[in-house]
């Protein structure tokens, strides 16, 4: 594996993007939901929901746990697979960093059992969730960057203008 993974910074719709794998800030019910995971599974059609109700039929009957990542289909998304990892809740009474740094391993580790080169990455957590985007965005980045990966190229994909000058000065 290397090291050498290139961090890009996109502005934009993690649905358009062309990747190998799109990350999918899911619920853990992997049966859809708001923000990211409602969009994801609206773009890539029926085929997602599937395989996640099959894993939850199988393996996952619980849900997924916070921190853990699985893959599906891709369904019809311009991308090969969708992995879904479950971000922590923000609290201000206890530290879940080390929750929040798991999904961006956990997800890097299942792509590279997948062979992704490419894969975009939204802003977990920072939504619905209430994660800080400056320290959710000082967290990925911190954790893609020290991941030992075969992945080429990580795409940090953001919704709005506040949300790119925020992850900016982490990948200058």
């Not at 395989?51 to 893959?71: D, I, M, W």
Request: one cysteine or more; proline letters at 3%; a negative charge.
């Amino acid at each position: 594996m290397t090291t050498l993974t290139t961090l890009t910074l996109v502005e934009g719709d993690i649905t358009e993007q062309s990747v190998d794998a799109i990350v999918n800030a899911a619920n853990s019910s992997l049966l859809g939901g708001g923000g990211v995971d409602g969009a994801i599974h609206r773009r890539g059609g029926p085929a997602i929901l599937a395989e996640c109700r099959a894993l939850r039929a199988s393996h996952y009957g619980k849900g997924l746990a916070t921190g853990q990542a699985v893959a599906t289909t891709a369904g019809d998304l311009d991308a090969r697979w969708v992995i879904h990892t479950v971000g922590p809740v923000h609290s201000t009474t206890e530290d879940r960093s080390a929750l929040l740094a798991s999904c961006y391993r956990e997800s890097l580790r299942v792509a590279d059992q997948l062979g992704a080169r490419t894969v975009a990455f939204p802003a977990i957590s920072t939504g619905i969730f209430g994660w800080p985007m400056d320290d959710g965005a000082r967290i990925a980045v911190e954790t893609v960057r020290a991941m030992d990966t075969a992945v080429t190229e990580v795409r940090f994909v953001v919704f709005d203008d506040r949300a790119y000058a925020t992850f900016a000065p982490y990948l200058a």
